[in-house]
T-cell receptor, first 117, second 109 residues
């Protein structure tokens, strides 16, 4: 089984619908991230969380919200989906913690492809 | 936009060597990462450099020059399975990764 699991893997929805993408991890990492990837633009950070009580906006948080229900779970919501939110979404975890020697390598889920019509 | 740059696409021949360059500008730096991403799949970690010099790992090597804001990924003995996008990212002073747009590498027989 994958260490970082995203559901659903593919979703087609209509403009205005509410969508939730879920992420769970078994790596025991505190830090979790949501990215979106668009052709030619690379990975862009939507939200990140350093622990259960910590939520931070990334560079493109408008139109999105997140919930960190537990150390292992981090969900991304689109309250009212619009077509330009069509993208490939990745959840990731990091082994970086303050004061340690880990590199901060990211471990990615398999991705959730969202199409908004 | 982000101040990190890498070529959009490169083509190389099976069995050959290819070098993918990455340049960046930042006031705070905590390391440079290279990831490989096959089409439609998740990025996977290839290398991490935080000090100047060359890190070799099998057929793949990564180089960093902090003073020049420059890194490269060197792939030797290219195989068809190396056809993928290669993502460069630096870690800034807040320990956030800033990503390049990726270099699509096409391997021809």
């Amino acid at each position: 089984d994958a260490d970082v699991t995203q559901t659903p893997r593919n979703r087609i929805t209509k403009t205005g619908k509410r969508i939730m993408l879920e992420c769970s991890q078994t790596k025991g990492h505190d830090r979790m991230y949501w990215y979106r990837q668009d052709p030619g633009l690379g990975l862009r950070l939507i939200y990140y969380s350093f622990d259960v009580k910590d939520i931070n906006k990334g560079e493109i948080s408008d139109g999105y919200s997140v919930s960190r229900q537990a150390q292992a779970k981090f969900s991304l919501s689109l309250e009212s989906a619009i077509p330009n939110q069509t993208a490939l979404y990745f959840c990731a975890t990091s082994d970086l913690s303050s004061g340690d020697t880990n590199t901060g390598e990211l471990f990615f889920g398999e991705g959730s492809r969202l199409t908004v019509l | 936009g982000q101040n990190i740059d890498q070529p959009t696409e490169m083509t190389a021949t099976e069995g050959a060597i290819v070098q993918i360059n990455c340049t960046y500008q930042t006031s705070g730096f905590n390391g440079l990462f290279w990831y490989q991403q096959h089409a439609g799949e998740a990025p996977t970690f290839l290398s991490y450099n935080v000090l100047d010099g060359l890190e070799e790992k099998g057929r793949f090597s990564s180089f960093l020059s902090r003073s020049k804001g420059y890194s490269y990924l060197l792939l030797k003995e290219l195989q068809m399975k190396d056809s993928a996008s290669y993502l460069c990212a630096y870690m800034d002073s807040n320990y956030q990764l800033i990503w390049g747009a990726g270099t699509k590498l096409i391997i021809k027989p």
